[in-house]
């Protein structure tokens, strides 16, 4: 099975950057994958990491390691619409494409 | 938007009624999951499908069925609903052959069980 964490919620200034880590203990890793989901609506896709490094999307960035079993999710330029659950979920080793999700962290973004 | 959708969006049922919620794919995609979100808990994974009338069980598979009978449509099925089974569901799909891969959700079931 998976063990994921994930803070339970941050806080941020409209602007800022917010980085929210991810940590997994797993018998398989197949890569990684960050949701975002808003009060009352699906989870909507994000970023995917299977390899060691940084991913680029925008304002969104995404980090793998590996080895030490941590991704991080960084908004940076935070708006008051990036307030929102982000889910981190790893992908297992099977081929039916199951996600193992963590529990969510709540990003707030004061004005 | 993947075309994916969900009915009924709300439904409040009692103790030991069966409840049937639907979820209807316009993608083909092959890859169907059905999972439950509450607070605390995130997404836990209740079944999924990697084909017509090819199922499985996921995390927290007690209590409900599921049928694929055509690619497009994924139920689950409340055999007889009970308060711990209140919560929202959500379906999503997947296709095998896209680059990452991710998974699309439908808009969510929320279930309550008097």
């Known amino acids: 099975g998976q063990n994921i964490d994930q803070p339970t919620e941050m806080t941020a200034t409209e602007g800022a950057i917010v980085q929210i880590n991810c940590t997994y203990q797993?018998?398989?890793?197949?890569?990684l994958f960050w949701y975002q989901q808003h009060a009352g609506e699906a989870p909507t896709f994000l970023s995917y990491?299977?390899?060691?490094g940084l991913e680029e999307k925008g304002r969104f960035s995404s980090f793998l390691s590996r080895s030490k079993g941590y991704s991080y999710l960084l908004l940076k330029e935070l708006q008051m619409k990036d307030s929102a659950s982000y889910l981190c979920?790893?992908?297992?080793?099977?081929?039916?494409?199951?996600?193992?999700f963590g529990a969510g962290t709540q990003v707030v973004v004061t004005p | 938007d993947a075309g994916i959708t969900q009915s009924p969006r709300h439904k409040v049922t009692e103790t030991g009624t069966p409840v049937t919620l639907r979820c209807h794919q316009t993608?083909?995609?092959?890859?169907m999951y059905w999972y439950r979100q509450d607070p605390g808990h995130g997404l836990r994974l209740i079944h999924y499908?990697?084909?017509?009338?090819?199922?499985d069980k996921g995390e927290v598979s007690d209590g409900y069925s599921v049928s694929r009978s055509k690619t497009e449509d994924f139920l689950l099925t409340l055999e007889s609903a009970t308060s711990s089974q209140t919560s929202v569901y959500f379906c999503?799909?997947?296709?095998?052959?896209?680059?990452?891969?991710?998974?699309?959700f439908g808009p969510g079931t929320r279930l309550t069980v008097l």
């Open positions: 499908s990697y084909g017509v009338k090819d199922t």
């Open positions: 797993t018998s398989g890793f197949n890569g």
């Open positions: 999503a799909i997947r296709d095998p052959g896209h680059s990452t891969g991710e998974q699309y």
């Open positions: 979920a790893v992908l297992e080793t099977d081929s039916w494409g199951k996600l193992q």
């Open positions: 993608e083909n995609h092959r890859y």
């Open positions: 990491n299977v390899l060691d």
